[in-house]
């Protein structure tokens, strides 16, 4: 087992973050977050370069280092290569965070194979493949994170191969803590609640929208602003954590 950092603490410096789908939204704040806190940040995106050229301007711009690297990360070999770039621009892995997934909601009768492939692409089958990778290149030490949805811990309709989709991350992560921690490598998922994001909306009613604020604190949607912090606190050093899902859910901080 390696050495035990000595204290708690909310310090990066030193450390290389690599953040799947690190250009927008939750993955764009934790990329400048984890930037503000010292790290060196790869900023995976997908189809959105403007944004990420956006978000390695503004972490340059606060006087720290990132590279945005582009992939489409159902591909085995995409997922590789961005580990790749990551290993070659800096160095080394400390921290990998995947943020990336797609979200469906319909009920499964109407639901068409080339839909469920595509749920269970990026949301399964890119989930294990980035934990591996992570696992082959990850420094000891190292911190991995998968971003699950709190329907992972719901009964509803609608959602079979979102909330399907994401399920399997809870598994992989059991394994992966068990099969890493002899490299001190810890593994978890944070699954959050409906959050204000523009992913969010577009398969929901103004009537659901409302229902989803009354169920949570403060009648208002979770914000990225209130799980950048629960992420933080997984990927510092000091703690150890691991093989476990998470359910942070929203009200705390306000806009
Ligand atoms: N917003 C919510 O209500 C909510 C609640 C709970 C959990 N979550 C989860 O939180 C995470 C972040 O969501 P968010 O709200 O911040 O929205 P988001 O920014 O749209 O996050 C989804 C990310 O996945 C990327 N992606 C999609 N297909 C991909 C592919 N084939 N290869 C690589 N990347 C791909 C998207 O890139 P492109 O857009 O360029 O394709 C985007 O960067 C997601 O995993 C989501 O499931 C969201």
Do not use: C
């Not at 503000?36 to 956006?54: D, F, I, L, N, R």
């Not at 699954?191 to 204000?196: F, S």
Request: aromatic fraction near 10%.
């Amino acid at each position: 087992m390696p050495e035990k950092s000595e204290k708690p603490g909310k310090t990066m410096r030193n450390k290389v973050a690599l953040i799947g789908g690190g250009e927008k939204n939750l993955g764009g704040l934790l990329s400048r977050a984890f930037a503000a806190s010292g790290a060196k940040v790869v900023v995976h995106y997908h189809g959105s370069q403007s944004e990420a050229e956006e978000t390695v301007r503004a972490v340059e711009e606060a006087g720290g280092q990132a590279v945005a690297v582009q992939g489409d990360l159902t591909k085995v070999a995409d997922v590789r290569r961005l580990f790749d770039t990551a290993v070659d621009t800096f160095g080394g892995v400390d921290v990998a965070v995947n943020t990336t997934g797609m979200v469906l909601r319909k009920p499964i009768l109407e639901t068409t194979e080339d839909e469920y492939d595509r749920m269970f692409g990026i949301n399964a089958k890119a989930g294990f493949f980035f934990i591996q990778e992570a696992g082959r290149r990850l420094n000891d030490n190292g911190r991995i994170v998968s971003i699950g949805t709190s329907l992972l811990a719901a009964f509803t309709d609608g959602y079979a191969t979102y909330a399907g989709g994401k399920a399997p991350l809870e598994h992989f992560t059991r394994a992966a803590a068990k099969e890493f921690a002899d490299r001190g490598i810890s593994v978890n998922v944070v699954a959050p609640g409906p959050m204000d994001t523009p992913f969010f909306y577009p398969q929901e009613t103004p009537e659901r929208v409302e229902f989803h604020k009354s169920q949570a604190q403060g009648n208002q949607l979770t914000h990225i602003e209130d799980i950048v912090p629960v992420i933080e606190f997984l990927v510092t050093d000091g703690w150890w954590f691991t093989g476990q899902t998470l359910f942070p859910n929203g009200g705390y901080t306000t806009r």
